[in-house]
């Protein structure tokens, strides 16, 4: 079973940067797509960002401002993100899923990935 966990949360003030680490376990090679998520409060959760065969894919609310990359030496995947506003703060989480195909995935609200780490709070003040 594929463990995941998020960390690198904080707080920022508008306009800074912070970057977040997803840390795996177990058996990675079981998934095809990893990827990034946020839940702000009172809000639908929101597919940010995925890797899958190589390619990787964002959110247009977030394409410009977030990078997504992935150290497979290390099982890790992080989120650099920058010129954040209140608007991001939110749960961030990196989930991971057996498709290949992760961009028909993340962005569909009614697909729920397979594997989810504990989400990490990103707080962002005005």
């Known amino acids: 079973e594929v463990q995941l966990q998020a960390s690198g949360g904080g707080l920022v003030q508008a306009g800074g940067s912070l970057t977040l680490t997803c840390i795996t376990s177990g058996s990675t090679s079981v998934y095809g797509s990893i990827a990034w998520f946020r839940q702000a409060p009172g809000k639908e959760r929101e597919g940010l960002s995925c890797i899958s065969n190589g390619n990787t894919y964002y959110a247009d609310s977030v394409k410009a401002r977030f990078t997504m990359s992935r150290d497979n030496t290390k099982d890790a995947v992080y989120l650099q993100m920058n010129r954040l506003s209140p608007e991001d703060t939110a749960t961030y989480y990196c989930?991971?899923?057996?498709?290949?195909?992760?961009?028909?995935?993340?962005?569909?609200?009614?697909?729920?990935?397979?594997?989810w780490g504990r989400g990490t709070l990103v707080t962002v003040s005005s």
């Open positions: 989930a991971a899923d057996s498709s290949q195909y992760c961009l028909q995935i993340v962005f569909n609200r009614h697909y729920t990935f397979d594997y």
